[in-house]
């Protein structure tokens, strides 16, 4: 079981270029969520999804798109790439079907650098 | 605004017992993480509280304060592979989690 797979492991961008970052979970979660972690701040909420379907605006969601066709993937888009992306991206899942708060699992990363 | 405070940084020495200590202020409560993240990895979940009390976990242990709008993760033992950042999170009212800018420990032989 692999669990979270993000792809990229790393990139290099140029400024106004379009990118997209993957993420493919195993673990059949209903709920994904997208996070950038900067030095000195904590994870913040790009966009989520409680099921497939369907999508959410976190916390810094402009410049930022998502889609959820399936259960399993999850890509995020940069539409135009600026230096203020260059961060470290995470995908995460969670099973929420509950209706019970569940823990959020992390994929490795991608290491993003707009220039 | 929704605000989570936990130190910056601090040292410890190997063997040892450090307390972590995290306050938050959020619109609602539904839980409270803390997760361990190790430079250059991605986070992995330690430990979730909902309720008031402590919660052990063999060397890690969680505590939680409503009221006070308190937490602290006690790390017992310490060994160098302790050394990492240590994550506090809380779920807000929309279920979505706030998190904190991160407390790394340095671990001294």
């Known amino acids: 079981i692999a669990g979270i797979t993000q792809a990229p492991t790393s990139q290099i961008l140029a400024a106004g270029r379009r990118m997209t970052l993957r993420c493919t979970q195993d673990?059949?979660?209903?709920?994904m969520y997208w996070y950038r972690q900067d030095l000195g701040l904590g994870l913040r909420l790009i966009h989520y999804?409680?099921?497939?379907?369907?999508?959410g605006k976190g916390e810094v969601p402009d410049g930022y798109s998502v889609s959820r066709a399936n259960t399993d993937d999850f890509p995020l888009t940069l539409a135009s790439a600026v230096p203020s992306q260059t961060s470290v991206y995470f995908c995460?899942?969670?099973?929420?079907?509950?209706?019970?708060?569940?823990?959020?699992?992390f994929g490795p990363g991608t290491r993003l650098t707009v220039l | 605004g929704q605000n989570i405070d936990q130190p910056t940084e601090m040292t410890a020495t190997e063997g040892a017992i450090v307390q972590i200590n995290c306050t938050y202020q959020?619109?609602?409560?539904?839980?409270l993480f803390w997760y361990q993240q190790h430079a250059g990895e991605a986070p992995t979940f330690l430990s979730y509280?909902?309720l008031d009390g402590l919660e052990e976990k063999g060397r890690f242990s969680s505590f939680l304060s409503r009221s006070k709008g308190y937490s602290y993760l006690l790390l017992k033992e310490l060994q160098m592979k302790d050394s990492a950042s240590y994550l506090c999170?809380?779920?807000?009212?929309?279920?979505?989690?706030?998190w904190g800018a991160g407390t790394k420990l340095i671990i001294k032989p």
């Open positions: 673990m059949r979660h209903n709920a």
């Open positions: 999804s409680n099921t497939a379907g369907t999508t």
């Open positions: 999170a809380v779920m807000d009212s929309n279920y979505q989690l706030i």
């Open positions: 995460a899942s969670s099973d929420t079907s509950g209706g019970v708060t569940d823990t959020q699992y």
């Open positions: 509280n909902v």
């Open positions: 959020t619109s609602g409560f539904n839980g």
